[in-house]
């Protein structure tokens, strides 16, 4: 059973009566027999999350499911500040420029670009403009459709390696008359290595997708 105490909550961990209880008065302490008391808040309200009654007792019988459940799809809209670092980098595309930075300590060069150096955690203040081609590293072929899909399948979707820097970032390929539907073609038409070439919308926005695909040259 709950006692309240004076002070800020604490229990004992021995023997007695709780901190600020006062001798031959009360109730004498039981909680060592049943465990210890929840959790409080500053405000002396439970805290449901770190009570230790919730974290479970032994020999407590679990209520039965007397409810129906069904699989749904929750769909959350939402918005996320993007950085500093990539509203510069979008902001770039939006004027047909794809932007990266590299680190002044181990020299690599990073597109999408990094507020720090993932190998050696170095701070990342230099940037620059990369080029526009590159060659694949991989890709795949999307025949259905998904959540977050960022076309309508079919679709070719590579990781690109841009020529001077020393990342991939995931992005859409084409090959002009090449014929998704045939899985044959495309394995034919597609492979690693192969050339491409950035393909800008006629509107930007300002988003990855302002390069609307990379288009295969080989």
């Known amino acids: 059973m709950h006692q309240s105490h004076r002070g800020h909550g604490s229990y004992t961990h021995g023997r007695g009566r ?4 006062r001798p031959g008065r009360g109730a004498p302490d039981r909680r060592r027999e049943i465990g210890p008391e ?15 009654w919730q974290r479970g007792l ?5 209520m039965e499911k007397h409810f129906k459940t069904i699989d749904s799809i929750v769909w959350l809209p ?13 902001e770039g595309l939006r004027e047909k420029k794809i932007l990266g930075n590299v680190c002044p300590e181990c020299g690599k060069r990073w597109v999408p670009p990094r507020s720090f150096c993932p190998v050696c955690n170095t701070d990342i203040k230099d940037w620059m403009e990369v080029s526009q ?5 991989s890709w795949t072929r999307a025949r259905r459709e998904f959540y977050g899909q960022p076309v309508r399948p079919p679709f070719l979707a ?8 020393d990342c991939r970032f995931l992005h859409l390929v084409h090959k002009p008359g090449l014929d998704l539907e045939m899985e044959k073609d495309v394995s034919g038409a597609v492979s690693k290595g192969q050339r491409v070439q950035a393909v800008w919308k006629e509107e930007r926005q300002g988003h990855l997708l302002d390069i609307n695909y990379f288009e295969i040259l080989d």
């Open 18 to 21: 709780a901190a600020g209880d």
């Open 38 to 52: 929840p959790c409080h808040g500053r405000n002396g309200s439970v805290q449901r999350g770190n009570d230790p």
């Open 58 to 62: 032994k020999g407590v019988q679990k």
């Open 78 to 90: 939402h918005r996320y500040a993007v950085g500093q670092t990539f509203y510069k980098f979008y």
């Open 133 to 137: 081609q590159g060659h694949i590293e």
């Open 158 to 165: 590579a990781l690109i390696q841009l020529d001077g820097t």
